[in-house]
């Protein structure tokens, strides 16, 4: 996927935005009619065959910076205007949110949100009008959480995961007692003994405490140095694109996995409240490699077009 987008040309995406759109929804509609899409107790996987599944919500994330960036390039002229701009993007944005907060799939629908809100100030909503959403999302955020014991118990990890350390705390206390036994150093690699049992998912969410065990503070630190060479790269990119579309799709996509790693890793170093999401280029999981390849991609080919502009 990173060769394919790297080689097309990104304006394309720009006329099948909505189409990108309607297949996203109608993927994450799909879920809840597959009986073997349930994991856990949640509706986010499509069987694509024996062993092999997808998870719409990672296409959707996509599609909705994609969709966002043609939108705010078509309507520039407009977007002083409630009605003509933010509506519809409130509509489709949260509509998406919504159909991925009842698979339930809270990590993700945050991850969309906050990165929708951030392009739309960059393509130039107001300010005023981005400080009022932020302060509506924050109640709604606070009244979902409250809804679901397993969100409340989250915060309360968050809060003091001592408090409960066989119960709620526990995988926040196993996460930080990984990174204390790596120390410096780090145990070597391959034998760290988090991973075994103590540590859930340490193939997924919790990698990065896998890391800090057993390649230590240096190996830790080397990760961080890596998404801000990432994040470097990408602003550059995103800054030199040739054309209004380029820049916001270019900003986009770098915000989709930038925001993505700030939260695994503050949710592992509990920093954060922890929401489940995985650790881009690094977490087990193919879905979300190959959309955060396809987003590589996309910004490989913004970056061959300022190339062939001579920019």
Known sequence: MLFIFRNLDYDRLFGISKLLLLISIFLLIGVFFQSNGAKGGAYRWIRLAPGITFQPSEFAKLAIV???ASFLTRKQALLYSFK?????LLIVTFGIVGLILIQPDMGTAVLIAG???ILWWVGGISTLKIVGLLLVLGVLG???IWMEPYRMDRVLAFLNPWESPHGYGYQIIQS???FGMGGLWGMGLGKGLQKFYYLP???TDFIFAVIGEELGFLGSVAILVMYVLIG???FSIAKGAPDAFGKLLGIGVTFLILLQAFINLGGVTNFIP???IPLPFVSYGGSNMIINLTSVGILLSIARRKEINGN
């Open 274 to 276: 922890c929401t489940g």
């Open 201 to 203: 998912a340490p193939h």
């Open 142 to 144: 606070v009244i979902f």
């Open 232 to 234: 470097w790269a990408s």
């Open 115 to 117: 990165v929708s809100l």
């Open 176 to 178: 930080l007692l990984a």
């Open 84 to 88: 003509e701009a933010l509506l519809p």
């Open 66 to 68: 994609i969709y966002t």
